[in-house]
């Protein structure tokens, strides 16, 4: 259980373009959905926290306009980064906490579920 | 002060030793904390959860924590060199609504 699947796990780009990233939790209804972004050797880089219905919470330096976050149903999250330039090449990683485990303590409802990322080039 | 303190490592073990690696966090508030392993070039994964005093046993996996002493910790026993990945440890912060990572141990098991 907990499956949480990402779309592209790869992809190259040309510089100025969009590029759209979906993160989808299989097995569960996710209340909220997490962002992540990590560099080569770099530890995880929170950007925004998205709950469904609702606008994203965008951690500080993370240009909301830049990375536009859609969390449109309970099992579905999207990350565009509009006009990509290379310094945004990294590796993307969505995550979910599961709606049934709100107020559990086994296992804590601050678990999170990871898909298995999107790596992103810019050239 | 950083919220969740790891040591960044390299921590090297012979295989079959017991692999310890170590977290501090400074919300008292935290109730719940995770251990998640992170091979090279993919995504973290869940290990292990723990949110009482103690010890934790999962497997070879044991998971200690001491609230008193805002410290966590993960034991792996028997280490073997498919365990060599980088270990993250994570407590709730801003209320519970997110988790906050250390920048993670690596770990190198060795032949």
């Known amino acids: 259980g907990a499956v949480v699947s990402q779309h592209p796990s790869r992809v190259i780009c040309k510089s100025g373009t969009s590029v759209k990233i979906e993160c989808r939790s299989l097995?569960?209804?996710?209340?909220?959905m997490f962002w992540y972004r990590q560099f080569p050797k770099q530890s995880l880089m929170l950007m925004a926290t998205s709950n469904e219905g609702s606008k994203a919470t965008y951690e500080q330096g993370v240009e909301k306009d830049k990375f536009l976050i859609n969390h449109a149903s309970l099992t579905l999250s999207t990350l565009t980064v509009t006009s990509a330039h290379p310094e945004d090449s990294s590796f993307y990683i969505c995550?979910?906490?599961?709606?049934?485990?709100?107020?559990?303590?086994?296992?804590?409802?601050?678990?999170?579920?990871f898909g298995p990322g999107t790596r992103l080039l810019v050239l | 002060q950083k919220e969740v303190e790891q040591n960044s490592g390299p921590l090297s073990v012979p295989e079959g030793a017991i692999a310890s690696l170590n977290c501090t966090y400074s919300?008292?508030?935290?109730?719940?904390f995770f251990w998640y392993r992170q091979y090279s070039g993919k995504s973290p994964e869940l290990i292990m959860f723990?949110?009482?005093?103690g010890d934790k046993e999962d497997g070879r996996f044991t998971a200690q924590l001491n609230k008193a002493s805002q410290y966590v910790s993960l034991l792996i026993r028997d280490s073997q060199p498919s365990d060599s990945a980088t270990y993250l440890c994570a407590a709730p912060t801003g209320g519970g609504n997110k988790l906050t990572f250390g920048t993670g141990t690596q770990l190198k098991v060795e032949l």
């Open positions: 097995d569960f209804q996710a209340t909220t």
């Open positions: 919300d008292r508030g935290s109730q719940s």
């Open positions: 995550s979910a906490r599961d709606l049934t485990q709100r107020g559990a303590i086994e296992p804590p409802q601050e678990t999170q579920y």
């Open positions: 723990i949110y009482s005093n």
